[in-house]
């Protein structure tokens, strides 16, 4: 099966500074790689995704860049904000639908 | 766009007695509905997979017995785990999706307490 291996575990940054996280996986079938933003208690909420045939995105402070020849992709925060601070998930999903989950990475903002 | 809603949000039982969570699509048509388990300050983990009108496809070492899931229209999911216990208190967490090729979104999920 899938396996997605997500870095760093934890990630401490100052207000202003980028944050960058990276997942790597293993099924080269896998075609979409959602980002989801986790707060304490709260549901993942979708921030980004890219598909196998797009190579970079970006949406304003943030963009996922996906490199299918190594299989990894990564998530880049610019001007990084006290409200980012959360735990982020990386997600690789095959065509038959099922999504394997990054371990997540504790962002944290120091002001 | 796309809510989906999950209930109850929070839940305590006795441990031996059973809990119905429910996941509803509110504004579109579900055809795939998963229910994942998140440990506190762990990933998410698949639990099972379900498909509208037929049975549910659950992850490797996930009791099927103890965690009933039930997906009898497009727009409704029922996760129920029957005589539970201690180890079983955890976020359980929904997610639904049109299609394949559409992004899924989640609920906003339910903590379970057995006590």
């Known amino acids: 099966g899938e396996n997605v291996e997500q870095h760093p575990s934890t990630l401490s940054v100052q207000e202003g500074d980028s944050a960058v996280i990276k997942c790597t996986y293993s099924d080269s079938a896998s075609n979409y790689f959602p980002w989801y933003k986790q707060e304490l208690g709260k549901r993942p909420q979708l921030i980004i995704d890219?598909?196998?045939?797009?190579g970079e995105k970006k949406d304003q402070r943030i963009a996922v860049t996906l490199n299918k020849t190594a299989k990894h992709f990564s998530l880049h925060i610019t001007e990084t904000q006290p409200e980012d601070s959360a735990v982020y998930f990386c997600?690789?999903?095959?065509?038959?639908?099922?999504?394997?989950f990054g371990d997540g990475t504790t962002l944290t903002v120091k002001p | 766009g796309a809510v989906v809603s999950q209930h109850p949000s929070r839940v305590i039982c006795k441990s031996g007695t059973s809990v119905k969570i429910e996941c509803r699509s509110l504004d579109f048509q579900a055809t795939t509905m998963f229910w994942y388990r998140q440990f506190p300050k762990q990933s998410l983990m698949l639990m099972a997979t379900?498909?509208?009108?037929?049975?549910?496809?659950?992850e490797q070492g996930v009791e099927k017995d103890k965690f009933l899931i039930n997906h009898a229209s497009l727009t409704l999911s029922t996760l129920t785990v029957t005589s539970a216990h201690p180890e079983d208190s955890s976020f359980y967490i929904c997610?639904?999706?049109?299609?394949?090729?559409?992004?899924?979104?989640f609920g906003q999920g339910t903590r379970l307490t057995v006590v």
């Open positions: 997600a690789a999903r095959t065509n038959a639908g099922k999504s394997t």
């Open positions: 997610s639904a999706r049109r299609q394949v090729t559409t992004e899924a979104f």
């Open positions: 379900s498909n509208e009108g037929s049975k549910a496809t659950y």
């Open positions: 890219i598909r196998s045939n797009v």
